[in-house]
């Protein structure tokens, strides 16, 4: 007699934006939300290992019941009052261990929180633990050795994607109704293709990243939101957009992420797109190699976005992407490699360092000033030749990946097409270019391969033009919602 399917909780199935209303309407009770998260994780999370370090079952109910007395008193912190969140590992969290994904790291209980998560707290989300990332965010698959490989959703078989793998796959589980990541080489955006949701990598100091020892060069790094469907990503972004003292690069808020509420932001992101341009890139004029199937299944997305007033042109690239690739190995030896020098230096903890650390370390040593200002100049000039393309386009548009999830097992892709890769990141080198650019991008999924796996594609806008990326992607999802169509075998009772 064959075991009945699993079927989630109603509770768990519902947005972001419906948790929220259905709590303050007093609908159901955030010890009712947090009961049925806490039995779903318990059922769903062993088969993907996406959450870790959770909290007590008993602690968690407790400042459930806590955010219940405080809305009969009328008090509400904000529209994640008494909601479930799990920050990516690589964020710190005030009473929460925070390894990084590291051994070196593995007893580590900060004594405060990053900005994003202090954030998180004040709108009244509850922490019930972190979401797995490859060690110190390195590679865009997660896996490392304090809680090993977080499994995808789709196929248990195969690769999550990285660095946020653990968020978006605990999205895509229903485990999370919202998730935040970090996006260095495509952190926010790859993870949200391999499992089907959505990811943004907002403009450069939209979200302010840290507290941090070194305020000031880490320009490349940010923090984003991951959701299940724009309006949620809108919502979360703008609770963790905003300057603060302590990020001096961060951007004033956005006027209209300042008055976003979950009533409002459906309205808020509609828009009329009639005449905007898409220049579609696709693989960089056979640049970069490609899976077969990513491409027409980009293609075959773009088809929807006349329907809602945009016309798509595919371009040659506007900009020699090798060059592309030179500068982004000198920004990321220089940043990557320096922020864990005292380690290196340290025989002991040397020694637990993964291999591709190792590798970004050494690759900063004989680093000259004039090499990293070399690499700025080429990095300027590939920002100028955007800004020329974006004076006949609005947005550009390419794959998330280049190739479709790998199996879990295997540390990253050493070949595409027939072609080999020579570093641990050059099977991702598609998202290199609009880190470089500062611009604003979103992941949006474009539907499954002949293997049931997923896939995404970027959409990039103008430098701090997010409100105008994220109406083109609700645009996009009002016309195919992969996500909705879609659940993975785990919930789709």
């Known amino acids: ?32 939300v947090m009961a049925a998260y806490l039995a779903h994780i318990a059922a769903v999370n062993p088969g993907s290992n996406a959450i870790v370090a959770q909290q007590d079952d008993a602690a968690l109910m407790a400042q459930a019941q806590a955010a219940d007395d405080a809305l009969a008193r009328g008090e509400s912190k904000g529209w994640m009052h008494g909601m479930p969140q799990a920050p990516k590992d690589l964020a710190m969290t005030r009473g929460i261990r925070t390894t990084y994904g590291s051994p070196i790291f593995k007893d580590n209980v900060p004594a405060s929180d990053s900005v994003i998560v202090e954030r998180m707290r004040q709108a009244g989300a509850i922490l019930i633990g972190k979401t797995n990332t490859p060690e110190f965010g390195l ?32 999205l895509a589980l229903r485990m999370l109704p919202v998730a935040d990541g970090s996006d260095f080489g495509g952190s926010l955006r790859n993870p949200a293709a ?56 961060a951007l004033p808020q956005d006027p209209t992420l300042a008055t976003l509420t979950p009533q409002n932001v459906e309205g808020v992101l509609e828009a009329d ?52 690739w030179q500068t982004w190995l000198v920004h990321r030896h220089f940043l990557t490699g320096n922020a864990r020098l005292a380690l290196y230096n340290n025989p002991s903890t040397r020694a637990q360092l993964k291999p ?28 100028q030749a955007l800004l020329r393309t974006f004076e006949t386009f609005d947005y550009i548009a390419v794959p998330t990946a280049q190739v479709f999830p790998f199996d879990v097992d295997q540390h990253w892709p050493k070949s595409i097409a027939g072609r080999q890769m020579d570093t641990y990141h050059r099977w991702m080198e ?61 919930i789709d009772g």
């Not at 865009?140 to 978006?168: L, M």
């Not at 880490?218 to 469907?229: F, H, I, K, S, V």
């Not at 696709?282 to 945009?310: H, T």
Request: proline share 10%; glycine share 10%.
């Open 139 to 170: 590679g865009s698959h997660t896996f490392n050795p304090v809680y090993g490989a977080t499994r995808n959703p789709y196929d248990p078989a195969r690769s999550a994607g990285g660095s946020s793998g653990g968020a978006a796959a605990a």
């Open 430 to 490: 598609v998202v290199v270019a609009w880190t470089l650019s500062g611009c604003p991008v979103i992941s949006v999924p474009v539907g499954f391969n002949a293997e049931g796996l997923p896939m995404g594609m970027q959409l990039i806008g103008r430098p701090r033009d997010d409100l105008s990326v994220l109406r083109l992607a609700a645009a996009y999802e009002r016309a195919r919602d992969w996500v909705g169509d879609r659940l993975p075998p785990a």
């Open 194 to 249: 391999y499992c089907n949701v959505f990811g943004f990598r907002p403009s450069a100091g939209r979200v302010p990243y840290g507290p941090a020892p070194e305020l000031f060069l880490p320009q490349l790094g940010c923090e984003g939101p991951m959701a299940r469907n724009v309006a949620d990503l809108t919502l979360l972004l703008a609770t963790q957009s905003g300057p603060d003292a302590r990020t001096p690069q």
């Open 356 to 383: 591709e650390a190792i590798w970004e370390i050494e690759g900063s040593l004989d680093l000259r000033a004039s090499d990293l200002y070399a690499a700025s100049t080429q990095r300027s000039a590939w920002y």
């Open 273 to 324: 797109l009639s005449g905007k341009r898409v220049a579609w890139l696709g693989d960089w004029g056979g640049y970069l190699p490609m899976e077969d199937g990513i491409l027409s299944l980009c293609e075959q997305a773009l088809r929807f976005f006349p329907d809602f007033g945009v016309a798509v042109d595919a371009i040659q690239p506007p900009y020699p992407p090798e060059k592309i």
């Open 1 to 32: 007699m064959s075991a009945l399917p699993y079927r989630p909780h109603p509770i768990v199935m519902l947005s972001a934006r419906q948790l929220s209303e259905a709590i303050h309407a007093k609908q159901v009770s955030s010890r009712e």
